[in-house]
Nanobody
């Protein structure tokens, strides 16, 4: 089983930047893909970005493409989400997710608030 812990959320002004981290532990060798999701108040959780631990290929939702960068440091078992040019609609709880052949795991989430 994989355990995930997010950090790095907070309050940022529109146009600002923030970097989220997701530290993984447990059966890390079994992870096939990792990603970031977000859930705004009163809305469904939506996919933001995905990265493959092996090879490092990435994919992004159209709403964040060109502004967000997903990356990973395999030596530290940590995934990151660099968020630039943040917009008020980016206010949400951000979750990281890992996928193995047998199950998916979620972190507890970290709050990001974009407001002046």
């Amino acid at each position: 089983q994989v355990q995930l812990v997010e950090s790095g959320g907070g309050l940022v002004q529109p146009g600002g930047s923030l970097r989220l981290s997701c530290a993984a532990s447990g059966s890390i060798f079994s992870i096939l893909a990792m990603g970031w999701y977000r859930q705004a108040p009163g809305k469904q959780r939506q996919w933001v970005a995905t990265i493959m631990p092996t090879g490092g290929s990435t994919n992004y939702a159209d709403s964040v493409k060109g502004r967000f960068i997903i990356s990973r440091d395999n030596a530290k078992n940590t995934m990151y989400l660099q968020m630039n040019t943040l917009k008020p609609e980016g206010t949400a709880v951000y979750y990281c997710k890992s996928v193995t052949t047998t199950r998916s795991s979620w972190g507890q989430g970290t709050q990001v608030t974009v407001s002046s």
